[in-house]
């Protein structure tokens, strides 16, 4: 299990300060979701090489994925995404779903992103690279988000049937939606790819809202996960002061050494 910390942790900071500030810190990598927001990817990409970690997460454009309207325009900025993933050597693609088409059937637009999905499996597989589609929580952040439950998130993932499109299952959005965190987290192992953790309510450092993460972590890890859990949180202190408690009072506990 690897953890990574996402880009806005230390607010009016850029991706280089945050790559060499998770390597003090002993995490494994940075997520930094507009890529197209990095002035010279290049750049970035030797400065990876210099600090000895790297971006290890990038978001593909915000195009709906239930919009069929949207669907070229969805692959066109996926392609776009794989190239820039080329040179940060980057192989995981977060992607929202966009809202619901409140004229559309909901099966109609669930059968959109799978048809979308299923396109872009062969350039994914082509470029080695895995695309990880995030439900959102639609009662405090995200109105509207077309895939909310983990269960139908699933369903879409299995219709696709690729291994180069999965989950990203976020702990806090789930805790939100459907609550059931381990259970979800742990059966859908093989669906998920990615894992965000902040603690609820108020989406803050894990380890200070209801939460049991400890617990959570160490479900996670039990399956064999070797993957990414990223830190997407904000902090009730300083920042490094907060994931040095992270640190302490969950990963201590939870059995879970940085250096795995």
Known sequence: MKFSLCIGAYPGKDEIWHLEKVK??????????????LPDLRRTAREQERIGVG???VCTRFISLVDETFREAYITGLRETIEACKILNVTSIISQTGNVLPDVPREQQRQTMVETLKRCAPLLEQAGMVLEVEPLNGLVDHPGHFLQRSDE??????QVGSPHV???FDVYHQQIT?????????VYRDRINHYHIADNPGRKEP??????YVNILKAIKETGFAGFVGLECGFTTDPDE????FKRDVL???GIPLST
């Open 252 to 254: 201590g506990p939870a």
């Open 166 to 168: 999965k989950l990203l």
């Open 55 to 57: 971006i290890c997460a």
């Open 207 to 212: 380890g200070t809202g209801e939460l049991n």
């Open 242 to 245: 907060a994931i040095e408690a």
């Open 24 to 37: 003090e810190l002993g995490f494994h990598g940075l997520e930094y979701y507009a890529w197209w927001e």
């Open 153 to 158: 998130s699933v369903e879409v993932i299995d």
């Open 178 to 186: 459907e609550g059931n965190v381990i259970r979800n987290a742990t």
